[in-house]
């Protein structure tokens, strides 16, 4: 390890693909969607009714029912990846010093579980009937305060909102403050889950983003495929524990990876809408070698945003061309876990570094045949084995905002 290098120790995984690190692991590796008939959608009869919902998961079961109950969906997930994270760095709360641990997630706009329940309140004008525990429940900045108190990580604490794009931003500004030297340790990540209210499906429906291939769920989010016609809703959370080189080495920690890279901007093109060629991601891309001190060639493999929307595939893809001669194999994991929005690029970051330690890139689902517009080399149906030295992580999202994270082998 060299002085300034931040360590990626411990890692914890909720997602559609299983609860739990090796769970999800195994979960993408089988190379089938989560999607399925989601039964609130289904029942608030919303224009799409399927989704990528966490399977079994029970929080009372996972945090005990004093806590669970005064949490939401999108907290209690953030609580149980961070438990899982700080166990498999071998880190024990009870004797950090907590002044020393900071807490960044990726949280886009939380959940809609209490919001929705509130909003139905105040429209029946029951006041009375609000729960006291309403904004401390749904404020999306409860994901990173919840985690810091019950895990004692008593330094800079707080959530990054970048949309679509949270999740990879919050590790990325996790990073800079290790490197700073203004805590040893970062808790960083993303959670969200908007399959909690129909508004998320009802929204991202009437923007024409949803796929709508009702009669087959499980088919329908295919990125890069020439039949794509949008992404399916997800949810989900990961952490991931950084530290500096200096305190890992102090306590004889196992390195998972370096991060090595990272790199955010604004595109400036449209608020929902991508550059229909990608500059200001291939831009963000470029920065964040540059950042690693890589080059184009030392990239083994990029885990993509791959939506599967028609604009943002096109885009992506264009940005990886203008960055390498020839992009590397990649991977789109919302083909299996859906879009867990904020969440999303924590997610694919904790899977980017399952492929150094694995040497294996995931199957990307449902890619039958690429777009003829897309020359990319897309990973399907089985799990790849490649000599992978240095994955690349995008994402994108509303706002024109761009976050690229570059993990390499330890």
């Not at 508004?199 to 009702?214: E, I, N």
């Not at 070698?289 to 885990?303: F, G, Q, R, W, Y």
């Not at 992506?316 to 020839?326: I, Y």
Request: with cysteine.
């Amino acid at each position: 390890m060299a002085q300034h290098d931040v360590a990626v120790t411990g890692m914890g995984l909720v997602t559609p693909a299983g609860i739990g690190t090796a769970a999800t692991w195994a979960g993408l590796c089988a190379g089938v969607s989560a999607a399925t008939v989601d039964p609130v959608m289904a029942d608030a009869e919303a224009p799409v009714a399927f989704s990528c919902r966490v399977p079994d998961f029970d929080p009372d079961h996972l945090l005990g029912r004093r806590t669970a109950w005064r949490l939401d969906r999108f907290t209690q997930m953030a609580l149980v990846a961070a438990r899982e994270a700080v166990h498999d760095a071998a880190l024990c709360p009870d004797t950090w010093d907590g002044t020393r641990v900071a807490v960044v997630l990726g949280v886009g706009a939380s959940s809609n579980d209490t919001g929705m329940v509130t909003f139905r309140k105040l429209h029946e004008r029951a006041y009375h009937a609000l729960s006291p525990t309403a904004i401390a429940r749904s404020s999306p900045n409860m994901a990173a305060g919840e985690v810091s108190l019950h895990l004692g990580a008593l330094g800079p604490s707080f959530i990054v909102g970048t949309a679509c794009a949270s999740g990879t931003t919050a590790i990325g500004v996790a990073r800079d403050l290790v490197r700073s030297g203004a805590c040893d340790i970062a808790l960083a990540g993303g959670s969200e889950s908007p399959c909690t209210s129909p508004f998320a499906a009802a929204a991202f429906h009437r923007m024409g983003a949803l796929s709508t291939r009702h009669h087959d769920p499980a088919g329908a989010c295919r990125p890069f495929d020439a039949d794509r016609d949008g992404f399916v809703l997800g949810e989900g959370a990961a952490v991931l524990v950084l530290e500096s080189a200096l305190h890992a080495r102090a306590r004889s920690a196992r390195a998972k990876a370096f991060l090595t890279g990272y790199a955010a901007n604004a595109e400036g093109h449209h608020p929902t809408v991508p550059h229909p060629e990608g500059e200001g991601l291939a831009r963000c891309l470029s920065a964040a070698l540059c950042d690693a001190e890589l080059t184009p060639e030392d990239i083994s493999h990029v885990n993509t945003h791959g939506t599967a929307t028609r604009l943002n595939d096109q885009a992506e893809a264009g940005a990886l061309h203008r960055v390498f001669r020839r992009p590397p194999p990649v991977t789109a994991v919302k083909s299996i876990t859906g879009h867990s929005l904020g969440a999303a690029g924590a997610i694919e970051a904790a899977v980017s570094v399952l492929s150094l330690e694995h040497q294996t890139i995931p199957p990307t689902a449902n890619h039958e045949r690429c777009d003829p517009d897309i020359d990319l080399d897309v990973v399907a149906k089985t799990p790849r084995r490649a000599h992978v030295q240095a994955v690349a992580s995008t994402s994108a999202g509303f706002g024109s905002q761009n976050a690229t994270l570059i993990f390499t082998q330890p």
